[in-house]
């Protein structure tokens, strides 16, 4: 039996499982892509908020030649400190059920369309943010030419590509876009500009609008895609605009399935799942909380840059944990 299995392979579950190995503590991490799969998602222009050592875990030095690192360079660096910290990661297994037994957990998963299970006397969720995107639930939602994860432009020279949302995802998307040769219609809910949108960003965006490269419609209700056109209204006015693609950048949540599977309370309102955060240990004992999804909907609260240290809470309370157990034999 393991001291412990991570589920994620992101920045945080990465660091938990570093500062097990550490403590000398067994420890596997199941992810349902490979490791980072959330900056793997990420638009290949992006550029972190974070400097390069706040992302940093392990004690590894990210050292990158820019201020704050590119998509590619985090991708970079944690293949490295993965590889130096010799992480056993069980990619493209996707969990389906955490059960109690005695003395720890069963984890079931599926790869490859087998069952495998493995047992834990811990358990950390560490499974992002970027699970689910928030659908629209409109009809034609689901077409095949209807996205909620933009990664680059290129593919769509010479488009029609509607985007629809109006916040930070949605108006770098918009500007990639443009910059790729397609034509773009944003359409927003929102009468006016997000005040999210970052400072340095919303200028270069603002521009496109005034120079009609973007097509900026605010007031917008999404009523319907079809294979051709979405349809929206602005207040009784119902109006249809072309779309061979269109990116619907309306957010993300957290996939907490797994929380209630295993016993764990969530917070309906905030979506904050019950934990101590001196041990970051959830309402089920022996099951610990890493990450972004302790912010439950609330994104902006935490980051790569603070919820790296969760692993290290975790650890330490997990050996106080098989110190007592030990003692107690």
Known sequence: MLDCIIIGAGPCGLSAAIEMQDRGLSVEVIEKGNIVEAI???PTHQTF????EKLEIGGVPFINKELKPRRQDALVYYREVVRRKEITIRPFETVQHVRPIRDGFDVTSIRNGQTVTREARSIVLATGYYGLPNKMNVPGEELPHVFHYFKEGHPFYGQEVVVVG???SSVDAAIELEKAGARVTMLYRGEAYSPSIKPWVLPNFEA???AEKVKMIFDATIEEITETNVVYSIGDEQLTVKADFVFAMTGYTPDVG???D???EIDPETGIPVFD???MESNVTGIYIAGVVAAGYDANKIFIENGRFHGALIADDLVRRLE???AQR
């Open 258 to 260: 797994l929380f209630a």
């Open 166 to 168: 109006g916040k930070n």
């Open 277 to 279: 955060e001196t041990t």
């Open 208 to 210: 496109l609008v005034r």
């Open 262 to 264: 295993a016993g764990i």
């Open 324 to 326: 007592r157990e030990t």
């Open 49 to 52: 908020f974070s400097s390069s």
């Open 40 to 42: 793997y998602q990420y």
